[in-house]
């Protein structure tokens, strides 16, 4: 390698000028997303990349920067471009492989907490794991241990990282399984938790592009989304402990008919939690 290193600084408006016709076109902020990728590479915090425009850029991450921006401009999701995302305030790796976890799905987990604070040795199932994001998340925040699983090789492969990433791979365990299928029957759960694919195959064209760069097999559900509720719904009242919960998230207007699912399926106490956005976006039920 000839020549010196780019500054900071420098990199920052290389970026933003690759990425300012595209943004403009997007009604994006090109410079708060030549700054997101910036900092996500160098693993700073956005305002140390601004204190530190001086400074020189490895040629290494050089390289990472101009390929996550690329990527950016064939319309990849930020989380891609970056190989990182943030739920509740821990960082997960993730690909093309899994869902990017969203800030809706923390809903799910603050339910969760909620529920089995304070309480010891409970041991739940994650069905659709995908980045791991849930089981993860609830391994930090109380006792307790979790069977993840996914139809995805791949995805259990994304899932693992991170549990490793977050110190919490031995009291995880992944199992590739299409729903409860290689779930061995002897087992037992406090809980059943999942964001199982709720789109319907109908609305496929109205998602963003960026959104569609995600793995189908995450996104949609046949039965106008419905089909993974009822599915899991049915069958998790072999795995519950009697008085064992059951948490779902759900998609837009999707609360009243899942609650309907789990009346029908016999379950008690069902209550739904709301997101930031005022949706009902948990639904959550104890085995009766």
């Known amino acids: ?160 990282k991170n549990a490793k990433l977050n110190g919490v791979e031995n009291k995880i365990s992944f199992i590739r399984s299409n729903l409860f299928e290689d779930i061995p029957k002897n087992l037992e759960f406090d809980a059943i938790l999942s964001n199982p694919p709720y789109i319907s195959k109908n609305e496929i064209f109205e998602l963003d592009q960026r959104v569609l760069k995600e793995p189908h097999i995450a996104l949609f559900s046949k039965e106008d989304g419905l089909w993974f509720f009822k599915e899991i719904a049915n069958k998790a009242k072999l795995y519950l402990k009697d008085d064992g919960y059951i948490i779902f998230e759900v998609g837009f207007s999707q609360a009243e008919e899942v609650k309907r699912i789990l009346e029908q399926s016999g379950y008690k106490n069902i209550k739904s939690r709301k997101d930031l956005n005022n949706i009902e976006r948990c639904i959550f039920a104890i085995n009766g």
Not at 42 to 64: F, R, S
Not at 112 to 128: H, S
Request: with cysteine; charged share 30%.
């Open 1 to 160: 390698m000839s020549g010196r290193l780019k500054t900071i600084g420098e990199v920052l408006n290389e970026a933003a000028l690759m990425l300012r016709d595209y943004c403009e076109k997007k009604k994006e902020d090109y410079k708060k997303i030549a700054l997101m990728i910036v900092s996500q590479i160098l693993d700073m915090d956005k305002t140390e990349v601004i204190l530190n425009k001086g400074l020189p850029v490895g040629q290494g991450k050089y390289e990472k920067i101009v390929n996550a921006v690329s990527k950016y401009l064939h319309d990849n999701p930020l989380q891609y471009c970056t190989n990182k995302a943030f739920f509740m305030g821990l960082e997960f790796y993730v690909d093309e492989n899994v869902l990017i976890p969203r800030f809706d799905t923390e809903v799910l987990v603050e339910v969760a907490i909620e529920i089995f604070k304070g309480k010891k040795n409970l041991y739940f199932l994650d069905i659709g794991t995908g980045s791991g994001c849930i089981a993860v998340a609830l391994c930090k925040f109380l006792d307790c241990r979790v069977l993840a699983v996914d139809i995805s090789e791949r995805a259990l492969d994304v899932a693992r």
